[in-house]
């Protein structure tokens, strides 16, 4: 009987003093819901402060970073890692021939001109060295003193191939007149130069949310060396004609230069972690084009 | 007279000697292709060697590093790069209340048990600081000497901050007998610990194709330090219950425990650059369900 009384009061006490009355919730839930949602957005404001972006200057400082003074570090670990995903890369694309069928489709693709036959490849090395990574420097952005941009030394000695075997084919006056056999090997031996990485974000606009995107570029004084072995004709090969080697280095020169060499530079763009209405539309109406 | 026959004599040159006949393709070029691609096919696997993957011991030889004798290595710049990103993350959860609606998706979710009323965020607070990479050395897996790892320092010393409000419902023996509201505030001030990064491949097997993907854990030996504030009851609150601190603390360092500290690890896959057909058929097939 004492016990009972005990749990009684013990009861009592939690029901009425700790707890509170349950009959606020059962009276108009919906309605209570629908108020609290309310304060909720009202306090939304509140709950979240929303500071100003924060200026390169205090994020050099929360990291300890002076520009002026901090000497270039190594990044040898860097090169372990890359070393690895490239071998990575390598062996997937040696797996099942993807890199050749991948080749194949680029250079047979659409914009193959029509005095040009099918394109082989006949020799293909997609090298065996790695790229080496050194002396790397954070210093504010020349053209926008409010980003920051790393300078990372990059140099890569390999043998990097690509052997194709063409026709080239003489419509004029008559179709297929005449056929030029065309043998062509470029080799990428040497690559050395300064890479810029930074972050660049374009501010939000009324028909597009803020866009964050990852930008590289080359400093001009970049240095690239080929070795391009050249085979025109058929009966009396002609080997190793200067101003095809010319034409084909400065193709690819020009073709690096247009997409990578400073003051050009290439865009990756990231994705926002946050869901978007907008992006899925797009995703929609891309699904049903 | 004399120019006009010099001109046919090149030409005849050009003709007979440098090009060959453009009739060999006329005559049959449909046979002539499906001949080549024959050869073409055959010929690949002598075009790109298939080398075996290439061994931890060469990928650490090729890129000069001894992992007996390397020393840590700063990571100073990787700081300011990750800074620029976690301050751009912050400014996107900001920015139209992101975090909250994400929030309140979360903790409103389907899982939400039938004893608890709707959860109210009632302080939130992201963070002001930057983690701190320092030491960073390449280490041979202990569990897959072929593999290789970077360890890091990370340090984060922030106050990271979840206020919720919500109210615990007694719902027996008849529904909504009482209601205990529950305010609770966990924020995070200070983390440290080691973190392990690799690069982990799976081999192909007969149903699916190589994988690779990069993993990431922490060393058992991290440093997690809490403040936890509640507030139990309606009318005499109960503040700072130290046994609710216990098991909200207990349940974050379960939860983080189980999944990223070692033994366990993190494991994001990582795409393959090479289009496959599976991926595209897999790809379709979700579409439709």
Redesign the interface.
Known sequence: MGQLSVVIILFTFI?F??????????ESPHQG?YD?DKR?RK???S??R??P??PARS??A????NVET?PP?????L???V???V???R?????N????H?LDKILNGDSLPSFL??V???????G???P?FSN???FPCEDDPGR?E?RIEVDLADSITLGIDT?L??NYPTP??????VSLSVSIVRFSGQLT?S?K?TP?SSNSD?K?SLTFSFAPDYRLEFSIRSL?????R?QNLPKISQLVESQIRKWFVERCVQPRFQEIQLA????RRKNTREAFSS?NN
């Open positions: 029901r003093f700790i707890f509170s009355n349950g009959g606020s919730l059962s819901d609290k909720l306090k939304q404001s709950i979240l929303s500071s972006p924060m994020i050099l929360r990291t300890y970073y901090h570090e190594s990044l040898d670990w090169n372990v890692l070393a690895q995903t071998s990575q890369f062996e997937d694309a040696r797996s021939n993807n890199i050749l991948t036959d099918t082989h490849v006949t020799e293909l090395d997609i065996e060295e790695f080496i790397c420097k954070v920051l790393a026709r084919l003489l297929l007149l005449a056929i030029l056999p990485m972050l974000t939000p803020r964050t025109v004709g058929s009966r009396s002609l926002s972690i946050w869901p699904r």
